[in-house]
């Protein structure tokens, strides 16, 4: 991914206090989270969906959160990938504070820095498996030339080199998640977001696609958050957080009080 010196490019702090390697203490991690705390007002009443969360997940390296149904699990992942920014706190990708970007410049910048790969987020059903990939590239203005190699890349990257021209009806279950793994991961993001991307899969299935979209993750250096009720998939990542009520249980790389 290209950036050039019109990209805006407010800071959050670079003092990354978590971080065990060199490499993360001189470069923004893919993602910090820093006493994120969400309110939800309905009439009179209000709901805190996330409570004082601080997290932070550097390249390449994947956390798990989970928790029981409720806990806030999907807030937090859409704050984190600037779906919502009607929090308290601070939410930044790759150095850059969600807040401070908005309408289309938020939009591109979240297509450019975050892959998501959703259950449910269905491909487009008359679109092959390959110009389903190619969207993100269509997008954000990819010539033709490069769309062709980075899709067939893509394709490569999750197995799927000789099925690019199927559409989804004709691919198993497993075989459209690890499309949605290409399509999220096609533009080169510093950050994957994965809200439960197994679970209308059978145990087998969903660990190899868990499998597979941590190693292309890592492959290409992106940091993963990863939604998921299911331990056997937790344990997978690198780190996990428990969600209970907003507030994390067992928090990832929390900054210190000050
Ligand atoms: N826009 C909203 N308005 C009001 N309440 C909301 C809103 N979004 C989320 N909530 C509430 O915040 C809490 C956390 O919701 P969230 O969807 O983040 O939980 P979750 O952990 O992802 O749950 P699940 O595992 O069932 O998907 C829930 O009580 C939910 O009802």
Same mark, same amino acid.
């Given at each position: 991914?290209e950036?050039?010196s019109?990209e805006?490019?407010p800071e959050c702090?670079?003092?990354?206090p978590s971080?065990?390697?060199? &490499?993360a203490?001189t @470069?923004p991690?893919?993602v910090?989270?820093e006493? /994120?705390?969400?309110?939800?007002?309905?009439g009179r009443?209000?709901l &805190?969906?996330?409570?004082q969360v601080?997290?932070?997940v550097?390249a390449?390296e994947?956390v798990?959160?989970?928790g029981?149904? =409720?806990? +806030? &699990?999907?807030s937090l992942?859409?704050i984190?990938?600037?779906?919502d920014?009607g929090?308290?706190?601070?939410?930044c990708v790759a150095?850059?504070?969600?807040?401070t970007?908005?309408g289309? *410049?938020?939009?591109?910048?979240?297509?450019r820095?975050?892959?998501?790969?959703v259950?449910g987020l269905?491909l487009l059903?008359q679109?092959?498996?390959? @110009?389903?990939i190619?969207v993100?590239?269509?997008?954000d =203005?990819?010539a033709?030339?490069?769309?062709?190699t980075? /899709?067939?890349e893509?394709l490569?990257?999750v197995g799927l080199?000789?099925?690019?021209?199927?559409?989804?009806?004709?691919l198993?279950? =497993?075989?459209?998640q690890?499309?949605?793994?290409a399509r999220?991961l096609v533009?080169?993001?510093?950050l994957i977001?994965a809200?439960e991307?197994?679970?209308?899969l059978d145990?087998?299935?969903?660990?190899?696609?868990v499998?597979?979209l941590?190693?292309?993750?890592?492959?290409?250096g992106?940091a993963v958050v990863?939604?998921t009720?299911?331990p056997?998939?937790?344990?997978h990542?690198?780190a996990?957080?428990?969600?209970?009520? +907003?507030?994390?249980?067992?928090?990832v790389?929390?900054?210190? &009080? *000050?």
């Amino acid at each position: 991914m290209e950036s050039s010196s019109s990209e805006p490019a407010p800071e959050c702090p670079p003092e990354f206090p978590s971080a065990s390697s060199a &490499k993360a203490r001189t @470069e923004p991690p893919a993602v910090r989270a820093e006493r /994120v705390t969400r309110v939800h007002r309905d009439g009179r009443r209000e709901l &805190k969906s996330l409570d004082q969360v601080s997290l932070t997940v550097s390249a390449g390296e994947v956390v798990a959160v989970t928790g029981p149904s =409720g806990a +806030g &699990k999907t807030s937090l992942l859409h704050i984190l990938g600037g779906l919502d920014t009607g929090y308290q706190g601070r939410a930044c990708v790759a150095g850059t504070d969600w807040q401070t970007l908005h309408g289309s *410049e938020r939009a591109r910048f979240r297509r450019r820095t975050c892959g998501f790969v959703v259950q449910g987020l269905a491909l487009l059903p008359q679109a092959t498996a390959a @110009e389903n990939i190619e969207v993100p590239l269509l997008l954000d =203005g990819v010539a033709p030339g490069a769309r062709r190699t980075r /899709v067939a890349e893509a394709l490569a990257l999750v197995g799927l080199e000789d099925q690019g021209a199927k559409l989804p009806d004709q691919l198993s279950g =497993g075989q459209q998640q690890r499309v949605a793994i290409a399509r999220a991961l096609v533009n080169g993001p510093a950050l994957i977001l994965a809200d439960e991307p197994t679970g209308s899969l059978d145990s087998t299935t969903a660990a190899s696609v868990v499998r597979l979209l941590l190693a292309a993750a890592r492959e290409r250096g992106a940091a993963v958050v990863l939604v998921t009720h299911d331990p056997q998939v937790a344990r997978h990542a690198d780190a996990s957080a428990r969600l209970h009520s +907003g507030r994390l249980d067992t928090p990832v790389h929390e900054s210190p &009080k *000050e």
